[in-house]
C-alpha cells in the first residue's frame, strides 16, 4: 500500500534556484529516506532521517521530519541541470527480520539552464 | 556501479515464454528486496529476503517466483506473464535497518 505522497507532482525551476519537496505519510516509522530516480535507471539513496531527527544535511540537501505531521520536505539549494530527475520519499520500518520501506509516487523535477 | 548489478539490462518475452531475472550485490548486504516500477505508480514491494530467507511476499502472483541461493544473490524467475506485467523490475539491497537501500540499475521488461 502507498505509504508516502510526494507534493508537487511536477516542479520546473531555473538553475540556481532552490527546490523544495514536500511529502506525507500515514502510520508511525523508524526512518524516512529520500532518493534521486535518472531517467529509466535505479534509484539512488540521498539522505535518511530517523524518526527521533529533525533535520539533517547534506551538502546541497537540506531534510526537515516532523512526526506530529506526518510530513517531510526535501530541499535541494543552488539547483544544477544535473539535479534534473525524480525524487521519492520511502518510510523505513524494520519489520524485525529485515528493513523495508515503501515509496511514494515521487516528484519530477526540472533544472533549466 | 552501485555494487548491485542486475541482468540483463533489458528483456522482451512472449506470454509462454519462461525467463529469469538476475541480481547480486557483494557489498555484504543481508537483505535483498525485488521491486516493481509501473509506469505513474509507486514502487511496489514484490519480495523480500534476509539471510537468504524470504520474509515477505507482497501478494505477488505465481507467475514471479524468487528464489535466494545465498546473500548475494537473488533471482526472479517469470513464466507466462501478462501484457499489464511490463515494467521496471529493481533489485536493492540493504545491511541496517537504519541505512539505506543500494539498487540495481533494474531490468526493464516487455511482455509481447
Known amino acids: 500500500s502507498q505509504q508516502g505522497e510526494e507534493d508537487p507532482q511536477a516542479l520546473s525551476i531555473q538553475e540556481g534556484e532552490n527546490a523544495t519537496m514536500n511529502c506525507s505519510y500515514k502510520?508511525?516509522?523508524?526512518?524516512l529516506q529520500w532518493y534521486r530516480q535518472n531517467s529509466g535507471r535505479g534509484l539512488v539513496h540521498l539522505i535518511l532521517i530517523r524518526s527521533n531527527e529533525r533535520e539533517k544535511h547534506s551538502g546541497r540537501l537540506r531534510v526537515t521530519l516532523d512526526t506530529s505531521k506526518k510530513s517531510s520536505s526535501l530541499l535541494i539549494t543552488a539547483s544544477r541541470a544535473a539535479d534534473t530527475a525524480s525524487y521519492f520519499c520511502a518510510t523505513g520500518m524494520y519489520t524485525g527480520t529485515a528493513s523495508k520501506l515503501t515509496f511514494g509516487t515521487g516528484t519530477r523535477l526540472q533544472v533549466t539552464l | 556501479e552501485t555494487g548491485v548489478t542486475q541482468t540483463p539490462r533489458h528483456l522482451v518475452m512472449g506470454m509462454t515464454n519462461k525467463k529469469s531475472l538476475k541480481c547480486e550485490q557483494h557489498?555484504?548486504?543481508?537483505?535483498m528486496y525485488w521491486y516493481k516500477q509501473s509506469a505513474k505508480k509507486p514502487l511496489e514491494l514484490m519480495f523480500v529476503?534476509?539471510?537468504?530467507?524470504?520474509?515477505e511476499n507482497n501478494s505477488v502472483p505465481s507467475r514471479f517466483s524468487p528464489e535466494c541461493p545465498n546473500s548475494s544473490h537473488l533471482f526472479l524467475h517469470l513464466h507466462t506473464l501478462q501484457p499489464e506485467d511490463s515494467a521496471l523490475y529493481l533489485c536493492?539491497?540493504?545491511?541496517?535497518?537504519?541505512?539505506?537501500?543500494?539498487f540495481g540499475s533494474g531490468t526493464r521488461l516487455t511482455v509481447v
Open positions: 557489498l555484504g548486504h543481508n537483505a
Open positions: 529476503y534476509n539471510f537468504k530467507e524470504q520474509t
Open positions: 502510520t508511525s516509522i523508524n526512518n
Open positions: 536493492a539491497s540493504s545491511s541496517d535497518s537504519n541505512y539505506g537501500y543500494t
